[in-house]
């Protein structure tokens, strides 16, 4: 063994020392000075008469090392020769080591800072676990939630909404995000980023999580084949919590936690003894997409209903200053209102009763559905007129609906979502769906991941075909113009939305050039993942969903408003309560009729009016009138249909 140098082990002793921080840094900067000091006084020391002693040397030496203005006031060639090398030492040691270290350090304790390690001392706020395609429209969400934020600031006895995001890695880009979202802007100071992981127990204790009002756990996306999955970290996150509440004494906070499989709801439960609200994403899209292929048009509904803006909302009040009254004695009294229905206890859980009669009285206990333009106008309004009591019969099968033959689907692109929406095509039992399914990706890889998630489902007829559908030659030979609809997914396996978005958009323009040349067109429906793409597609012809928008709605306003979740499930899900479309030639309505009577009409029928679903779309490009004022006139057209809220049990 070769034996070590004296210059490798003392740079290795320096080495050692300088990596520790700068505070280390510093003592070894201190110990050159006192070095160079130290030899600068003893080269001076025999000179003699102009020093009283050792030590007065080494302090003139480190006069001339710290401060250069002392140079002149030196005699001698000697004297002065030295005084200039510990002037030129100074300068490299003292000023220019010493500067260095301070401002790296300055830099990298402000990078610190940047990046959000430091604990929030924040209580009652609410907290968004996970920067991901969902998590800017969700904050402009809860910022935007006015009527209902400000109930909710109320119950926690709070005055001021703070929202904290814990993000991989918070940087000053995710900051400009958040100034430029429309919904957001200068509010963006509300929002307080933190760095690090959902599943890391210090990153949860970084954002506060147990003196949280709320705990939000979006659904991240993940490589295809990874073993650690969103839910994977949904859950250890979960377990972290409560293991922190255990430790701290702390009671749980709420937690609304989005999952991407379904059947992982009891895991969930089992993971988190707080209170908690399950909200499947993967699931919720799917049934949105099965409803619409049912319902062509519904899409529009859905972004109404389920995207913040000026339009119409679903709100869940409280029946404690109500109670008493009927729903028909209520909605009258709110004229702004559609009354949908109520909730009803049933030991822990809801009874969901939409299209319930009008003359079901409110208890304390319920929580009243509601579909209005503003939170505003769920409270009473002394200066406007009541309206007469409409009548709703009891809710019953309706014999208007529409006879939905077998359908023909096919798929474009594959995603993680595919499997639920098979599923969801197997709820249907009385309806039997082929459905064709067009990827890239290896057919058999698709089939076991359909297999592992359904098992078997006898009444969809599933056929896996390979090919691009961006190219022109493979999606003609597809022939899409014989099936009833096409649907475009939005790929998951790309780096990020705008990618997978692109994709859509252009194999959906492709496709409107090759259904233009055949006189039969399918119903076409897009799936985006980014929410900035939602206004490129100017005056397209087909539906569109995005994704992360509808689900950033859910989860922002169960959080405000956790009974909303239930109501949303049986809104969209097969079987009960549903909106439907009907056509105006099946009810006896006169030639010229305004909503109010639209409405009488229709609750003779057990049915409750939403609007008017038009068959050529207004200046901006709509279609769907939803809970217009009651005076006024509908003017209905050849091919308008009814929107209405019917049992379909």
Not at 135 to 150: C, D, H, I, K, Y
Not at 190 to 197: E, F, N, P, T
Not at 268 to 281: C, T
Not at 619 to 624: A, E, P, T, V
Request: charged content about 25%; hydrophobic content about 45%.
């Amino acid at each position: 063994m070769l034996p070590f140098r004296i210059v490798d082990r003392i740079k290795f002793v320096v080495e050692r020392q300088l990596v520790k921080g700068a505070g280390f840094q510093l003592l070894v900067v201190a110990a050159f000075i006192a070095l160079i000091s130290l030899i600068g006084g003893l080269l001076v020391v025999p000179l003699g008469a102009s020093f009283e002693n050792v030590g007065s040397a080494i302090w003139w030496a480190f006069l001339r090392l710290t401060d250069p203005g002392y140079l002149g006031d030196d005699v001698g060639t000697w004297q002065r020769f030295v005084s200039t090398m510990l002037t030129v030492s100074g300068y490299v040691v003292f000023m220019g080591t010493l500067v260095a270290i301070l401002t790296r350090w300055l830099i990298a304790k402000m990078a610190d800072l940047e990046r959000g390690l430091t604990p929030v001392t924040l209580k009652n706020h609410v907290v968004v676990l996970g920067w991901t395609s969902q998590t800017l429209p969700l904050l402009s969400e809860l910022l935007g939630s006015s009527g209902r934020m400000r109930r909710f600031l109320e119950k926690h006895d709070t005055q001021k909404l703070n929202l904290v995001v814990l993000s991989e890695d918070a940087s000053a880009q995710q900051v400009h995000e958040l100034r430029s979202e429309p919904g957001i802007g200068r509010r963006a100071r509300q929002v307080i980023l933190r760095s690090g992981s959902a599943i890391q127990p210090d990153a949860l204790h970084r954002v506060a999580c147990l003196d949280a009002a709320a705990v939000i756990v979006p659904s991240a996306t993940h490589e295809a084949g990874s073993l650690v999955t969103s839910d994977v970290e949904t859950v250890k996150a979960l377990l972290s919590i409560a293991a922190q509440a255990r430790h701290f004494h702390s009671p749980l906070p709420f937690v609304v936690a989005e999952i991407q499989d379904v059947r992982k709801h009891a895991v969930i439960e089992r993971a988190y003894p707080g209170a908690v609200e399950v909200v499947a994403g993967d699931a919720t899209i799917s049934r949105l997409m099965v409803q619409n292929i049912l319902h062509p048009g519904l899409s529009e509904i859905y972004n109404e209903l389920l995207t913040a803006g000026a339009d119409n909302e679903i709100y869940v009040r409280g029946g404690e200053s109500v109670a008493g009254l009927s729903l028909g004695e209520l909605a009258a009294a709110r004229p702004g209102v559609i009354v949908l229905g109520l909730l009803r206890r049933r030991g822990t859980d809801w009874d969901v009763r939409l299209v319930a009669p009008s003359d079901t009285r409110i208890d304390a206990e319920d929580r009243v559905i509601m579909m209005a333009r503003d939170y505003s106008e769920t409270d009473p309004n002394p200066k406007l007129p009541a309206l007469p009591v409409v009548s709703l019969k009891e809710a019953r099968p309706s014999g208007r609906v529409e006879t939905v033959r077998d359908q023909r689907v096919l798929v474009l692109g594959w995603n993680r979502r595919v499997p639920s929406l098979v599923a969801e095509f197997a709820s249907y039992g009385n309806l039997d769906f082929q459905v064709d399914l067009v990827s890239v990706v290896p057919a058999r890889e698709r089939e076991q991941a359909i297999l592992r998630y359904v098992g078997e489902f006898p009444r969809v007829r599933c056929h896996h075909l390979e090919a691009d559908y961006m190219v022109e030659g493979e999606l003609r030979r597809l022939m899409p113009s014989g099936y009833d609809t096409v649907i475009l997914l939005s790929s998951d396996r790309l780096a990020s939305g705008e990618e997978a978005d692109a994709r859509a958009m252009v194999g959906y323009l492709q496709l409107e050039e090759i259904l233009a040349e055949s006189p039969k067109r399918p119903q076409l429906i897009m799936e985006l993942s980014d929410p900035d793409n939602r206004h490129l597609l100017y005056d397209h012809q087909g539906e569109m969903l995005i994704s992360p928008m509808i689900l950033s709605h859910v989860l922002a306003q169960v959080a405000l408003r956790r009974e909303l979740r239930v109501v949303l499930d049986e809104l969209f899900t097969v079987g009960g309560a549903e909106i439907q479309f009907r056509d105006p030639d099946n009810y006896p309505l006169p030639a010229s009729v305004d909503f109010q009577l639209l409405e009488k009409i229709l609750a003779n029928e057990g049915e409750i009016a939403l609007g008017v679903f038009r068959s050529r779309p207004d200046d901006k490009g709509r279609h769907l009138m939803l809970n217009p004022p009651r005076k006024q006139y509908l003017d209905i057209q050849s091919g308008d249909r009814l929107v209405v809220l019917c049992n379909t049990l």
